[in-house]
Every structure is written in C-alpha cells, then in structure tokens.
C-alpha cells in the first residue's frame, strides 16, 4: 500500500527554470494538498482540490500553480523558480468525509 | 487567523521518562486535532486524531488530549525510548466539509530521548 507518492525526491533548479512537482495517491481520498515546509515557519498550505476538478489558494500561493490531473494525481508546478522557493514540500491527501491526512515523504528543492 | 503553537520547542529527557508535549489553537469553535512524528529528512507519519467530538485518544504508549474550551491539546508520550526521538507536531484542521487535510500546523516540538 503505497500511500502518497511524490516524485522527484531531490531537485536543484536554476533561478528561472520552470519544474512540476508530482503527486499520486491511491486512497481514493477526495482531497489533496500542497504544503511547503520552511525552517522555523512550519509547514503551509499552498494549494489545495476539495475534489477532481476543482482547485484553491491556501496560504502561500504565490508563484506556483496547480492541476488536478484526476482522482489520484495532483501536480505542483513552479514556473519560474526563486531562491525563496528553496523548500521542502508536501503532499497530503484527505478522504474528504473524515479528517485525517496522510502525507507523503516530501520532496527537497533546492533553488539556486 | 488561526494559529497554532507548541511548547516547548525542544525537550531532552533520559529513557523511561513520561513527558507532555503541548499545542495551543486561537480558534476552537472549528476542530481536529492531528498529531504526527517526523523524522529528520522524512515525511510525516499520523500519530493520533481527535475529532471535535471527541476528548482523547490513545494508541499504545501515547496518549493525545483536546480540551476546545481552553483552546489546548497534550500529546503524553509514557516510558519514552530513544525510538521516540522525532519531532512531533500538532496540526489543526476544520470540523466539516470537504477540506479535512487544511490543515494549520504548529512549529513543532523537537523531542530526543537519550538512553
């Protein structure tokens, strides 16, 4: 049972270059979310998909976007990489009808 | 806006020490309560949830509390062993609808148990 997966693991990008970060879960959870993960900040909400289809900003939602590709996948794209961008990001799913969520194991992005 | 915060920010007990962890919520008309552990350069792993209706939950040596009227839940981690060495967080996230993963998370408690 794989849970959430998220790939790359590990990423350096150039300021300027443009990356998607990928998210599958196979739940069959409802909702999904992007967090980012900052020292001394915690983690944030980014963006969000109550379900297929539909998309919202969370708390930090400037300079990324969002797709909800279908029920499993949902995608974070970044399309002109800033070194404030440095971070560790989450993916996270939800059922929707109950509250708990399950994260996946981040991926680390480095912006230089 | 809600805000959540954990004290303390870091805790260092010996093994077999029973410890309390704390999370502080603004709001607490609107809640779950989601502890998790994570490990350093890993993900987060769901400890316990206590839903708005709910006072506590328990699974095996850990124990999670949630009194709204205070705006408050402890995390009781009994006998602690090196094993426990994570840093835990609470997350707090809405009662109803659709958007249970919206979470708001607190900074964290950095716990390390030496033997």
């Known amino acids: 049972n794989a849970g959430v997966t998220q790939t790359p693991k590990f990423q350096v990008l150039k300021t300027g270059q443009s990356m998607t970060l990928q998210c599958a879960q196979d739940?069959?959870?409802?909702?999904m979310y992007w967090y980012r993960q900052d020292p001394g900040m915690g983690l944030r909400l980014i963006y969000y998909?109550?379900?297929?289809?539909?998309?919202d900003k969370g708390e930090v939602p400037n300079g990324y976007n969002v797709s909800r590709l279908n029920k499993r996948e949902f995608s974070l794209r970044l399309e002109s990489a800033a070194p404030s961008q440095t971070s560790v990001y989450f993916c996270a799913s939800s059922k929707g009808t109950a509250p708990e969520a399950f994260f996946g194991q981040g991926t680390r992005l480095t912006v230089v | 806006k809600q805000e959540v915060t954990q004290i303390p920010a870091a805790l260092s007990v010996p093994e077999g020490e029973n410890l309390v962890l704390n999370c502080s919520f603004t709001?607490?008309?609107?809640?779950?309560l989601q502890w998790f552990r994570q490990d350093p350069g890993k993900g987060l792993t769901s400890l316990l949830l206590?839903?708005?209706?709910?006072r506590e939950q328990t699974s095996g040596r850990l124990n999670a509390s949630l009194d709204k009227s205070s705006g408050r839940s402890t995390l009781y981690i009994a006998a602690s062993q090196p094993g426990d060495s994570a840093t835990y967080l609470c997350a707090g996230g809405p009662a109803g609808g659709t958007s249970y993963g919206k979470l708001t998370f607190g900074q964290g408690t950095i716990l390390t148990v030496h033997p």
């Open positions: 739940m069959n959870h409802n909702s």
């Open positions: 998909s109550a379900s297929e289809g539909t998309t």
């Open positions: 206590i839903q708005s209706s709910q």
């Open positions: 709001d607490s008309a609107i809640y779950n």
